[in-house]
């Protein structure tokens, strides 16, 4: 499971845009302009996207396209064009 081999990795990932949404806070609290807010809440929203594209990629090749695994999986670039989807929607 993805989660599990690169959890390490997906914690720190975690723990980035916890500090980020720490960040919108204070800058709330500290009555920060708009524009200013808006754009730690895009980048928040970005770190977001990034990380759910990369555990769907995952769980993609791991648990629906594995041919060893799975007989009738999908072919490699028919994998291909559904995670290039998946990844253009999580922009």
């Given at each position: 499971m993805h989660t599990v081999r690169e959890k390490q990795k997906l914690l720190a990932r975690v723990r980035r845009m916890?500090?980020?949404i720490e960040?919108?806070?204070r800058a709330v609290e500290h009555e920060a302009g708009c524009?200013?807010?808006?754009?730690l809440i895009a980048?928040?929203?970005g770190a977001m996207a990034g990380l759910m594209a990369e555990v769907v990629e995952d769980h993609v090749r791991s648990h629906l396209v594995d041919a060893e695994q799975h007989p009738?999986?999908?072919k490699p670039?028919?994998?291909?064009?559904l995670l290039d989807v998946v990844r253009s929607y999580l922009k």
């Open positions: 916890k500090g980020q960040a919108i806070e524009e200013q807010v808006l754009h980048g928040v929203r009738g999986a999908l670039d028919a994998v291909e064009q």
